[in-house]
């Protein structure tokens, strides 16, 4: 069963600290994975796309990795700010799954200030 | 550019009653796709259309899920009968031919009580 997990559900970090979020997944063939970004009450944001072939990915402060050999990806989020905070969702869109994406449960961030 | 707009909002009802939510897609995005996500969870997909034509199903509950796209543009999603499990956030997202972002509706919560 190819399936999607987030370590830890929920992480609390100082202000202005580096922090990395991570996801496994279990079938290395995939077309691409995905970090979004969802705020209570509001959809999801689309933070960071990493085709199959790509290593990395970045914008802004925020980096994205990709090791499908290994079966994972993390999210580095630098200098965090308050406004961080929300709950982070890996989604992996794997290979032959008509792009279908699935979701690991998400890690719950809280930046203090 | 218009997001994907979804209603209602929010829904309250009680077990063994019916109700359907509705979404209204990017213009010119060709794939909608339907999830359900439960408290604390990642979203899971319930149904994919391509135009007006279903892509994959095989996780809709169908003996009291439905869901329609008729003429390739808006989408309803029905329950019929709710139980208490269908308490949920129901997103609906849509995605461009040809590329590989999907983008996400607020959703609508639905409290079956």
């Known amino acids: 069963k190819q399936e999607v997990t987030q370590i830890p559900a929920a992480l609390s970090v100082p202000e202005g600290e580096n922090l990395v979020l991570n996801c496994s997944f279990t079938d290395s063939a995939i077309y691409n994975l995905q970090w979004f970004r969802q705020d209570p009450g509001k959809g999801l944001t689309s933070l960071l796309l990493i085709q199959s072939s790509q290593r990395e990915q970045t914008s802004g402060r925020l980096n994205a990795s990709l090791d499908k050999s290994s079966g994972r990806s993390t999210l580095y989020i630098a200098a965090s700010q308050p406004g961080d905070s929300a709950t982070y969702l890996c989604a992996v869109v794997f290979s032959g799954s008509a792009r279908q994406l699935t979701f690991g449960s998400g890690t719950q961030l809280t930046v203090l200030p | 550019e218009a997001g994907v707009a979804q209603s209602p909002r929010y829904k309250i009802i009680e077990k063994r009653q019916s109700v359907a939510f509705w979404c209204n897609p990017i213009s010119g995005h060709a794939t909608l796709y339907w999830y359900q996500q439960i408290l604390g969870q990642g979203p899971k997909l319930l149904i994919q259309f391509q135009n007006n034509g279903v892509v994959d199903d095989s996780q809709l509950p169908k003996d009291r899920f439905s869901a329609e796209r008729l003429k390739g543009v808006d989408s309803t999603l029905k329950i019929q009968p709710a139980k208490l499990e269908d308490s949920a956030v129901y997103l609906c997202?849509?995605?461009?031919?040809?590329?590989?972002?999907?983008?996400f509706g607020p959703g609508t919560r639905l409290t079956v009580l």
């Open positions: 997202a849509s995605r461009m031919g040809g590329t590989d972002t999907q983008y």
